[in-house]
């Protein structure tokens, strides 16, 4: 390598810090969530894990969970197609926080778990995560005969209680995906509920306590015109729900939408419910606030005790409770 080429690798074109660093070269630097953890049997909760190919096309993939604390089951379980967060941009399901999580869920709430690979930008631009997600829950409704590749989704999935959850990023493409099973419908999938962990929803107008908080405003802008650049802005129905006329088309009847006091996203979700509220939907929405908190405060803090009460609150949700 010459030493302009190497000038060029090294000038930062687009600075994310702390999410990434875009360089003038074209590579893309991932500044947190690069840490992976192989599948493993958790003595801890005892969950098996593994990873399965969704599309090698795609390069889609997901690592599945399972309680062994009562195996086999004698009885079918529910499912849950879990989302990560990260801007779209960083984390995978194979991050330790992500791994973790997935293996409380699972075992505290007695659940089969599906935590989606999907492609991520900038190298795969919004709304590539969305719709791998999609095929990802095609692959999943694929196993409702017990004809599927997974045997563990052959034998011991519910698909009359299936759950959708995100957290950040991850939830938004929930909510799509919430809103896509109720336009499309998935043959012998029933979406049981969804919940939105501190759900990335945005728009152009300031609502409630981000007029506060003006720093960060053109920063989320920023993020979001770098995840989707063919976006029309932050009133796209994308990122915006209030301009998504299918909004009331939501494919669950309940729905948990969690947020944190702190977090500049926080009004987002509790104006989501209003939406909600007025689109025609039918269902049950709830809004859970954890004060003195910020946004996904229980990946960075998981053995925290409002992680817990918030763990405890999304299992009490997809147990019905």
């Known amino acids: 390598m010459d030493s302009t080429s190497s000038t060029i690798d090294d000038e930062v074109a687009v600075d994310l810090t702390p999410v990434l660093k875009l360089y003038k070269s074209g590579r893309v630097q991932r500044l947190a969530g690069t840490e992976v953890l192989p599948p493993s049997l958790d ?6 894990s593994k990873d399965v190919v969704i599309s090698e096309e795609h390069n889609i993939s997901a690592r599945l969970f399972i309680p062994k604390t009562n195996y086999p089951p004698t009885q079918k379980l529910p499912l849950l197609v879990y989302i990560h967060g990260g801007a779209f941009c960083i984390e995978t399901p194979f991050s330790p926080n992500y791994h973790n999580y997935l293996n409380s869920v699972t075992s505290l709430a007695n659940v089969i778990g599906v935590s989606v690979h999907y492609r991520r930008a900038p190298e795969h631009p919004v709304p590539t995560g969305h719709e791998d997600s999609w095929l990802a829950l095609k692959w999943v409704a694929s196993h409702v005969g017990g004809n599927g590749s ?6 011991y999935a519910d698909f009359e209680k299936v759950f959708l959850g995100g957290d950040s990023a991850g939830a938004n493409i929930a ?7 109720g336009k499309e419908n998935l043959d012998g999938v029933k979406l049981e509920g969804s919940f939105y962990i501190h759900p990335y929803f945005w728009g152009v107008d300031r609502i409630g306590s981000e007029l506060k908080q003006a720093e960060y405003i053109e920063k989320i802008h ?3 015109r770098f995840a989707c650049p063919t976006t029309n802005g932050s009133d796209d129905p994308l990122i915006n729900p209030a301009n998504d006329p299918d909004l009331g088309k939501l494919g669950c009847k309940r729905l948990l939408i969690c947020v944190a006091g702190q977090d500049i996203l926080k009004d987002r979700g509790w104006y989501y419910k209003e939406l909600l509220e007025k689109s025609g939907w039918g269902g049950v929405v709830e809004v859970i606030e954890t004060e003195d908190e910020n946004h996904v405060f229980h990946m960075f803090k998981p053995t925290c005790d409002n992680a817990a009460v918030l763990l405890n609150q999304v299992v009490s949700f997809i147990k019905g409770a």
């Open 43 to 48: 003595p801890k909760t005892n969950v098996e």
């Open 150 to 155: 997974d045997e563990w989704l052959n034998q």
């Open 175 to 181: 909510h799509h995906l919430s809103i896509r099973v």
């Open 222 to 224: 920023n993020l979001w």
